[in-house]
């Protein structure tokens, strides 16, 4: 079979061969969170909207994040070798748009306080991860960035802000959940596991 051939499966569409749009819009069904991205400069601060956020390791503590190698942004954090990876809230959209912006005054209406190294802690983010640039991979039309932990905190009040499929969204709230076809209240799910 061909890499050009379309797959089908029962009681889907047929696929499409990749490419950008087809890319873009298939994955825009994983959900993901959002996060900000900050550090301090000589000039001040700055960061940058992220959805491609993970956790990478735990021993030791590694995160990495996708930065579009167009970006103007990640050169002056990476100058700095520190940032910290802000998990925006639930209510946090404008934030989320303010910093995805190219230009203009990313912090002028959003109050944060220093944390590692200096790099904003952004008030109202619901976790927030301090780290030293370990490293940085090509991939594609982006730079793949790997920070070690160096700090990091969480408000467990405070559900996150989800992109999917193009929009922000919420989480269900247990008691919004059903029995059939969602979590039962009160039970948390399995973690999932790398085999």
Do not use: K
């Not at 890499?3 to 569409?13: F, M, Q």
């Not at 039309?141 to 969204?169: C, K, M, N, Q, W």
């Not at 919420?170 to 085999?195: I, Q, T």
């Amino acid at each position: 079979m061909s890499d050009s051939t379309r797959h089908t499966a029962p009681g889907v569409r047929t696929a499409h061969p990749a490419g950008s749009r087809p890319h873009r819009e298939t994955l825009g069904h994983f959900a993901t969170g959002v996060v900000v991205v900050t550090a301090r400069t000589p000039s001040g601060p700055v960061g940058f909207t992220c959805q491609s956020f993970t956790s990478l390791s735990l021993d030791p503590p590694l995160v990495s994040f996708a930065v579009a190698r167009t970006s103007r942004t990640w050169p002056l954090i990476r100058d700095t070798a520190a940032f910290c990876v802000n998990v925006l809230g639930e209510e946090q959209e404008g934030v989320s748009a303010a910093f995805a912006r190219p230009d203009g005054d990313r912090f002028r209406q959003v109050p944060w306080t220093p944390g590692h190294r200096g790099a904003p802690s952004l008030d109202g983010a619901c976790a927030w991860i301090g780290c030293d640039l370990l490293d940085e991979y090509e991939g594609g039309d982006h730079t793949i960035v790997v920070g070690r932990v160096a700090s990091l905190g969480a408000d467990p009040a405070r559900e996150p802000l989800v992109f999917h499929r193009g929009r922000y969204r919420a989480l269900a709230r247990p008691e919004e959940a059903v029995e059939d076809g969602g979590p039962v209240p009160g039970r948390s799910a399995p973690r999932p596991r790398s085999v």
